[in-house]
């Protein structure tokens, strides 16, 4: 397509810088501009169409398509090589490097399911933010930066089509299956991040995130692996809300109480705590 | 033999205006007797040609509106908090069996089945109720006297006699009726359904491209038919623009394909929109059925079953888009999913563009033409003026310049009368249908 650049010419007044080699540079730098902004248009593309209540499978699997081809370019070209090391040396920590784009079709068994379980999560070391949102069917977590909760939607549109009907328990039980050994597969493709950090860190962020804190949830996780999907029928068609949990209110008050079972002061501020959270949680799981 | 020009030169043009949502789907039926429109708001409105007048030789019958029913409502997805679309993705009309007619429309989840009939007679003289409806008073018949058929005003109605849901995950792009009458396929993104035409309870997954790991989803299905004469044969094309042809006496699950075709990419012409743009929109069985026409961003291509290589023929569309990809993208339109179709005798092939355009090529003489539906350009009876895109350089009188073009004027949705030069051309809410004054 572009050429990148030609060899300078051996001249004998080497004051003269070749023409063809200006033009080669020139050509280059435009190209690889051009090729970022691309790049940068194709990752709205995907936030945006990820932002629909229903995005267009084949819209988003070709724009997808396009970003990988974008990346795989950059990285033969090394340009990707250096943005990395930017980026590495900007202080990012590895939990927010970016993740191959494979990870937009994460699989709804690790968006949705442990989003809501870590919202009732008692746990309190993380500082989590509860942000209800009215597109998706699970309350999402995000973390402290607050814009990250977008990029978890990504992977749960393309997954949230999963839930219905015929194929709904079947596909449980897949991705059940699959959880672990998707950790695992997505840790090796990681990859950093290109010199937009904040579109591509809010994009791939929140899948890193939750591998990052696998403790406090994996035993939740254990606990409400066989939720059965089919009780959101007669929830949300009461309530009109998706993310009625199966537990109750008494039922998240008696799961509080082995921690809470001595009466003594160290343990007091944590059942404030966290029954403040709890309140909160109510309130948007209640629809007030 | 058809004399050479007449394929492309449509003498008369007659403009149905007709007002209401964007039309999203246009079917002729067997005869070509019927046009069946659906829209964004989920109506179906059904066009029956008139029978000819014996006062106005020259001119064939117009279409009028026969009926026009509300197909599908909006749903509402509790579990996903989704809306479900109303709007009628295909149309496809099933062989006329009796004096009903039955056409089946698909929305991105449910099909439905509807059987259009006619009532001109009603029944008159019943002994046990009066003409208003009454019953009459069973101690005051004396005589009993047989109900005998009046005529009456013509009354078309529609109703729904099967509803084929819950069988598809994602959007329903496509449905196909088989050749053998009592079965037809429903394709969505990843899967690919048969169904019987009187079981709505289930229907069976013959193809299903969804990776066991959605991290894995690089392509989707586009597009599918079946084939006109052979019941076990049906076609699915994808967005990496390859088409697979699969024999359902293989096995159950036609996730192997038994052809498969795609064209070898042209290395010198590579960018970061090939893909996309190789992406196919549509696929056509002729009705031969020995070749099938696919729809690409750029070209129209038509492909011998026989060969799977490469296609036979291919036709360029609006090449001059070409430089204008980057842009195309930016604003969508590459997306954009233009439909194409074969006349009667699968001479002749035509597809749409923008700016109201739409494209006929004949495959004999290799002509090619480009027309407009607009009304200022269409008066009723006049001859369409040909049109012309200018590419680059001088701009000659009449020509339109690229830049010039309307992207928000698309004609995605093209019919052709199954047996005459008529056709039904869709341009956003209109409806123009034209046809060959030459007998």
């Not at chain 1, 080669?24 to 940068?40: F, P």
């Not at chain 1, 945006?48 to 084949?58: A, G, S, W």
């Not at chain 2, 050479?4 to 999203?24: G, P, Q, R, W």
């Not at chain 2, 007048?53 to 509402?76: A, D, I, M, W």
Request: negative net charge; charged residues 30%.
């Amino acid at each position: 397509m572009f050429s990148k650049g030609t060899k300078r010419k051996f001249s004998d007044g080497d004051e003269e810088i070749s023409d063809e080699s200006l033009v080669g540079a020139r050509v280059a730098s435009s190209y690889s501009l051009q090729r970022q902004s691309l790049l940068d248009m194709s990752l709205i593309k995907l936030q945006l169409c990820h932002m629909l209540v229903e995005p267009n499978l084949c819209r988003s699997v070709l724009i997808a398509n396009t970003v990988r081809q974008i990346q795989e370019e950059m990285t033969h070209d090394g340009s990707w090589h250096m943005v990395a090391e930017a980026f590495c040396s900007a202080g990012q920590s590895p939990s927010e490097r970016l993740v191959a784009t494979e990870v937009l079709c994460r699989s709804r068994e690790q968006d949705a399911e442990p989003k809501l379980f870590s919202v009732i999560s008692y746990e309190g070391c993380r500082e989590e933010e509860v942000v209800a949102d009215e597109t998706l069917c699970s309350v999402s977590v995000s973390d402290t930066v607050s814009n990250v909760c977008l990029a978890g939607r990504i992977g749960q549109c393309w997954e949230k089509s999963e839930l219905s009907g015929v194929e709904r328990d079947e596909e449980a039980l897949e991705d059940s299956r699959l959880g672990s050994g998707e950790d695992e597969e997505i840790d090796t493709k990681d990859r950093a991040s290109t010199e937009s950090p904040k579109t591509i860190g809010q994009v791939f962020g929140t899948f890193e995130i939750k591998n990052g804190s696998p403790g406090p949830d994996s035993a939740l996780e254990e606990l409400f692996s066989d939720v059965d999907t089919s009780y959101y029928d007669l929830d949300t068609m009461l309530t009109g809300m998706q993310s009625a949990p199966k537990m109750g209110p008494y039922d998240i008050l008696d799961s509080l109480a082995p921690s809470h079972s001595s009466p003594s002061i160290v343990s007091t501020p944590n059942c404030r705590s966290d029954l403040n959270e709890l309140d909160h949680i109510m309130e948007i799981i209640v629809g007030s | 033999l058809q004399d050479e020009t007449s394929i492309l030169d449509l003498n008369n043009a007659y403009l149905m205006k007709y007002v209401a949502d964007i039309i999203s789907t246009v079917e002729f039926n067997y005869s070509g007797e019927l046009l069946a429109t659906g829209d964004k708001g989920g109506r179906v409105v059904i066009f029956q040609r008139e029978q000819e007048s014996k006062n106005r030789l020259l001119s064939r019958g117009e279409y009028n509106v026969y009926s026009t029913f509300q197909s599908h409502e909006p749903e509402f997805d509790y579990l996903k908090s989704l809306e479900i679309e109303e709007k009628i993705n295909k149309i496809r009309w099933l062989p006329q069996q009796n004096a009903a007619h039955f056409l089946l429309s698909a929305n991105d989840k449910t099909i439905k089945l509807w059987k259009i009939s006619e009532r001109d007679k009603r029944a008159e003289g019943y002994n046990l109720k009066d003409e208003d409806g009454r019953l009459r008073d069973p101690f005051r018949i004396t005589t009993l006297r047989v109900p005998v058929l009046m005529p009456m005003d013509l009354m078309v109605e529609a109703s729904p006699r099967r509803i084929f849901a819950n069988a598809h995950t994602y959007h329903i792009n496509s449905i196909s009726v088989n050749s053998d009458y009592e079965t037809y396929i429903s394709a969505d993104d990843l899967r690919i359904n048969l169904w019987h035409l009187e079981i709505t309870d289930r229907s069976f997954n013959i193809v299903d491209i969804k990776p066991a790991n959605m991290e894995e989803l690089t392509e989707v299905i586009t597009a599918a038919e079946c084939h006109p004469h052979q019941c076990n044969v049906f076609v699915y094309s994808s967005s990496k623009g390859t088409i697979r042809l699969c024999d359902m006496r293989a096995a159950a699950l036609c996730d192997r394909h038994s052809k498969f075709f795609e064209e070898p990419e042209d290395p010198s012409s590579r960018s970061f929109f090939s893909e996309i743009i190789s992406s196919i929109s549509d696929v056509k069985f002729s009705h031969s059925g020995r070749y099938m026409m696919t729809r690409d961003y750029l070209s129209v291509k038509v492909w011998d079953l026989n060969m799977e290589n490469r296609p036979v023929e291919t036709y360029q569309v609006h090449e001059y888009l070409r430089s204008k990809l980057c842009s195309l993208y930016e604003n969508d339109c590459i997306f954009d999913k233009f439909e194409c179709c074969w006349n009667g005798s699968d001479s002749a092939i035509m597809t749409g563009s923008y700016n109201n355009f739409f494209r006929m090529f004949d495959r004999n003489t290799r002509r090619d033409i480009t027309l407009e539906a607009s009304r200022e350009n269409s008066k009723p009876r006049a001859m369409l003026k040909p049109r012309k895109v200018c590419t680059g350089g001088k701009r000659k009188k009449d020509e339109i310049s690229v830049d010039s073009l309307d992207f928000n004027k698309k004609i995605l949705h093209t019919a052709w009368h199954p047996k005459e030069n008529v056709i039904a051309v869709a341009a956003t809410n209109n409806l123009y249908i034209f046809q060959d004054k030459i007998n």
